[in-house]
């Protein structure tokens, strides 16, 4: 007996796109490929008089698992998704760590029966979720990795991008 006799295959593509993090999964169930795409939202990016509405206090549940009720806030649930909301979870937060939460909507639905899709296909849909989130909220701040801040654009510098102080300074190194 093989040791993944049990185990499905995951195909994860991840991205980042006007500095939101996101990640598109497809894989097999009952024969046939499913999709799913997820934002990262860092809740210190945020304007500080929304955070509340992205960081959710847990719901009763007499289920095995903590419950949000993350389609009641329109922030989140009225973005550009396919077909409606589907996922909120915290995923850092705890312990002192920065606060991020994992939002998504899956290609599950009835209506999605017989349709293919392409990593292109939700890439593109899932960007146009992230331009949703940028029409309801444009004060959106981007985390620069080199210093930690969080900053209004980053720059491209090779493959990479930093905010214009870190370029400043790298500049300044190098001279």
């Not at 998704?81 to 996922?87: A, E, I, P």
């Amino acid at each position: 007996m093989s040791l993944t006799q049990d185990m499905e295959e995951k195909t994860v593509w991840a991205g980042k796109y006007k500095g939101i993090s996101f990640e598109i999964q497809r894989f097999t169930r009952f024969d046939k490929a499913c999709w799913t795409f997820y934002l990262f939202i860092l809740i210190d990016s945020l304007p500080e008089d929304i955070r509340e509405r992205f960081w959710l206090d847990p719901k009763e549940s007499n289920l095995s698992f903590i419950h949000y009720d993350y389609y009641s806030e329109p922030l989140m649930s009225n973005l550009d998704w396919h077909s409606g909301m589907t996922r909120y979870s915290k995923v850092t937060g705890f312990d002192g760590e920065k606060q991020c939460v994992k939002i998504g909507c899956d290609y599950q639905h009835i209506w999605d029966e017989g349709r293919e899709y392409t990593e292109e296909f939700v890439a593109a849909e899932a960007k146009a979720c992230i331009d949703s989130l940028y029409e309801r909220i444009p004060s959106i701040k981007i985390w620069c990795s080199r210093c930690g801040k969080y900053v209004d654009a980053l720059i491209q510098y090779g493959k990479g991008e930093m905010c214009a102080a870190c370029l400043k300074k790298r500049e300044e190194e190098k001279s």
